[in-house]
């Protein structure tokens, strides 16, 4: 059985309004969560980089003072 034989006679309001609302509600949770986890990960990354950045900094304007 295929999808059009699924949504065959059906109006077009239930393909492309009433599935895509009830997918969103079923899994919505499931994508906030993975956009939640994906903008975490590049918040720490960004932060890490930072970090790196400041201690390369701070480490060649020592040895320049100290030389």
Request: proline fraction near 3%.
């Amino acid at each position: 059985m295929a999808v059009r034989e699924i949504f065959a006679g059906t109006p077009w309001w239930v393909k492309w309004v009433a599935v895509p609302v009830i997918a969103l509600a079923v899994f919505g949770g499931v994508l906030l969560s993975a956009i939640g986890l994906l903008i975490g990960l590049l918040f720490k990354v960004l932060v890490f980089v930072a970090l790196v950045g400041g201690l390369i900094y701070a480490v060649r304007k020592f040895m320049a003072s100290s030389s």
